[in-house]
Nanobody, 124 residues
Framework: QVQLVESGGGSVQAGGSLSISCAAS????????AGWFRQAPGKEREFVAV????????YYADSVKGRFTISRDNAKNTVYLQMNSLKPEDTAVYYC?????????????????WGQGTRVTVSS
């Protein structure tokens, strides 16, 4: 089992930056793919970014490419999402997820473990 706890959400004005983190415990996190998803009010959960277990491969949704950066520190069992140039449409609950068997999953079904989410609100 893996437990994931997100932190760092909050409110920011458009154009601002925010960094959120996901701390893992339990099974060796360094062997798992880690991803970020988000869910805006009234919308389905969508893929944001993913990082392979080594950190050597990353992929981003087109909507965040060039603005968001995913990274991980396996020594600290933590994955990060740095969000810059935030837009009101980035407002959502952001979820951390971990996958056992895929290298860089981009759909929710690829993931075995989920955090409870952290809310990010971007005002115009």
């Amino acid at each position: 089992q893996v437990q994931l706890v997100e932190s760092g959400g909050g409110s920011v004005q458009a154009g601002g930056s925010l960094s959120i983190s996901c701390a893992a415990s339990g099974r060796t996190f360094s062997s798992l793919t880690a991803g970020w998803f988000r869910q805006a009010p009234g919308k389905e959960r969508e893929f944001v970014a993913v990082i392979s277990w080594t950190g050597g491969r990353t992929y981003y949704a087109d909507s965040v490419k060039g603005r968001f950066t995913i990274s991980r520190d396996n020594a600290k069992n933590t994955v990060y999402l740095q969000m810059n140039s935030l837009k009101p449409e980035d407002t959502a609950v952001y979820y951390c997820a971990a996958a056992l068997t895929v290298a860089v999953g981009r759909v929710a079904g690829d993931y075995n473990y989920w955090g409870q989410g952290t809310r990010v609100t971007v005002s115009s």
